[in-house]
């Protein structure tokens, strides 16, 4: 099946710092990639729709000035959490659409980002 | 908007015994899919099973087959035969069957299994 990889895996870093988290669909092209954000015991939370080549949309409530995302090529998409703050501290997974079978998303590993 | 709702916060079964977890969503769309996803301690998101809304079959995977009930907008998952490694966080999803849509999930299950 379709393979998405998530780095780093877990990352500290002190307050105020940034933080970028790659997306790579290793063995396919994925010209949209999401972004979620879970706390723990909760459940998944779409953050922004990731489009190769263009602006990423975000949902409503998402700091898009806070959690840059850019998406370069059919194959990496990154999320960037600017002057990192402990209330950012949370997990990071995103999913890549495949095109077959129909209508599923792979996800990547995640990334647990802990903000000091 | 859909909406996604799992009114089981957590269950428990026992090993090699049944269960069943809940799903019901809203939506006006009359094409989209239906999926249950298991998330393990490593917070991997692992696909179990998948359902398009267009067949009427209920989809099954092995252990796994749903109840997919579309007038009432319910997709439950049973679970046979348990085993202590089905322990983990279950989500149900929804996706539009159109573009570049992304998953919306319910509030999650906490399958516990004892031996």
């Known amino acids: 099946g379709a393979v998405v990889s998530q780095h780093p895996s877990r990352v500290i870093c002190k307050s105020g710092t940034s933080v970028k988290i790659e997306c790579r669909s290793l063995?396919?092209?994925?010209?949209?990639m999401f972004w979620y954000r879970q706390f723990p015991k909760q459940s998944l939370m779409l953050m922004a729709t990731?489009?190769?080549?263009?602006?990423?949309?975000?949902e409503q409530g998402v700091e898009k000035d806070k959690f840059l995302i850019n998406h370069a090529s059919l194959t990496l998409s990154t999320l960037t959490v600017t002057s990192a703050h402990p209330e950012d501290s949370s997990f990071y997974i995103c999913?890549?659409?495949?095109?077959?079978?129909?209508?599923?998303?792979?996800f990547g590993e995640g990334s647990r980002l802990t903000v000091l | 908007a859909q909406t996604v709702t799992q009114s089981q916060p957590e269950m428990s079964v026992q090993e090699a015994e049944t269960v069943t977890l809940s799903c019901t969503y809203d939506?006006?769309?009359?094409?989209?899919?239906l999926f249950w996803y298991k998330q393990p301690p490593s917070r991997q998101m692992i696909l179990v099973i998948r359902?398009?809304?267009?067949?009427?079959q209920n989809a099954t995977e092995n252990r796994f087959s749903v109840n997919f009930q579309k007038a009432a907008k319910s997709f439950s998952l049973k679970i046979s035969d348990s085993q202590l490694g089905d322990a983990a966080m279950y989500f149900c999803?929804?996706?539009?069957?159109?573009?570049?849509?992304?998953?919306?999930f319910g509030k999650g299950t906490r399958l516990s299994v004892i031996a």
């Open positions: 939506t006006s769309e009359s094409d989209y899919y």
């Open positions: 999913s890549a659409r495949f095109l077959a079978p129909a209508g599923e998303l792979f």
């Open positions: 999803a929804y996706r539009s069957y159109s573009g570049n849509t992304p998953l919306v």
């Open positions: 359902q398009e809304a267009y067949k009427q």
């Open positions: 990731s489009n190769e080549g263009s602006k990423a949309t975000y």
């Open positions: 063995d396919f092209q994925a010209t949209t």
